[in-house]
């Protein structure tokens, strides 16, 4: 729902804040990576995750791309919710948690406060892989003066489908240069 906040910090603590963005203040819970990366500022930029339960909505906040990424790869996981992410998230770095799940790093990840070694295990064995290719696959690319090719491309990856296989969709159509962006997605929608 919301992609990231900008704006002025209120209230700074090593797990919430307060960010008045346009004179609306939303209270955001954050890792404390974040908070060490953003402690001295008075403005910034906070990545948002907005958890809806039927008693609560949670906004999380997170400084970069690369750790909210990280955040929902780790809710994916039975057993893991918003707040054992969160305190993975403060106790590791993303590229601690990283080298603990590619090296099988059990004893790394138990001592992160709620984790067990089942839990611990269950991490490691469904993160495999997925997190080491993190910064190229999970960041949406933000292009300037998109073209009509690339505007569909951005849409399709935004579908849930594969960049390459988007890419060779693209490729087949003939025309693409007149067509609208709505008349490409559909055209390589129809060819893949």
Same mark, same amino acid.
């Given at each position: 729902?919301?992609a990231?906040?900008?704006?002025?910090?209120?209230? #700074?603590?090593?797990?919430?804040?307060?960010?008045?963005?346009?004179?609306?203040?939303?209270?955001?819970s954050?890792?404390?990576?974040?908070?060490? #990366?953003?402690?001295?500022?008075?403005?910034?930029?906070?990545?948002?995750?907005?958890?809806?339960?039927?008693?609560?909505?949670?906004?999380?906040?997170?400084?970069?791309?690369?750790?909210?990424?990280?955040?929902?790869?780790?809710?994916?996981?039975?057993?893991?919710?918003?707040?054992?992410?969160?305190?993975?998230?403060?106790?590791?770095?993303?590229?601690?948690?990283?080298?603990?799940?590619?090296?099988?790093?059990?004893? *790394?990840?138990? #001592?992160?406060?709620?984790?067990?070694?089942?839990?611990?295990?269950?991490?490691?064995?469904?993160?495999?892989?997925?997190?080491?290719?993190? #910064?190229?696959?999970?960041?949406?690319?933000?292009?300037?003066?998109?073209? *009509?090719?690339?505007?569909?491309?951005?849409?399709?990856?935004?579908?849930?489908?594969?960049?390459?296989?988007?890419?060779?969709?693209?490729?087949?159509?003939?025309?693409?240069? *007149?067509? *609208?962006?709505?008349?490409?997605i559909?055209?390589?929608?129809?060819?893949?």
């Open positions: 729902m919301f990231f906040l900008e704006g002025d910090l209120v209230y #700074k603590s090593p797990s919430l804040v307060y960010i008045s963005v346009h004179g609306v203040g939303y209270e955001l954050i890792t404390l990576q974040t908070y060490a #990366k953003m402690q001295h500022l008075d403005k910034c930029r906070l990545y948002t995750h907005l958890q809806i339960k039927e008693d609560a909505w949670a906004l999380f906040g997170f400084y970069d791309e690369e750790e909210r990424s990280t955040f929902r790869q780790l809710l994916n996981i039975n057993g893991v919710g918003a707040v054992t992410a969160r305190i993975i998230l403060s106790s590791l770095t993303t590229d601690e948690l990283v080298a603990a799940i590619a090296g099988d790093d059990v004893k *790394t990840l138990e #001592k992160v406060k709620g984790i067990g070694s089942k839990t611990a295990q269950r991490i490691i064995l469904e993160l495999k892989g997925k997190l080491s290719n993190l #910064k190229n696959s999970s960041s949406p690319t933000i292009v300037k003066h998109n073209t *009509t090719q690339e505007d569909a491309l951005i849409a399709l990856v935004n579908l849930g489908i594969n960049k390459g296989v988007a890419e060779a969709a693209l490729k087949k159509i003939k025309d693409a240069a *007149t067509l *609208t962006v709505e008349q490409l559909k055209q390589a929608l129809r060819a893949l």
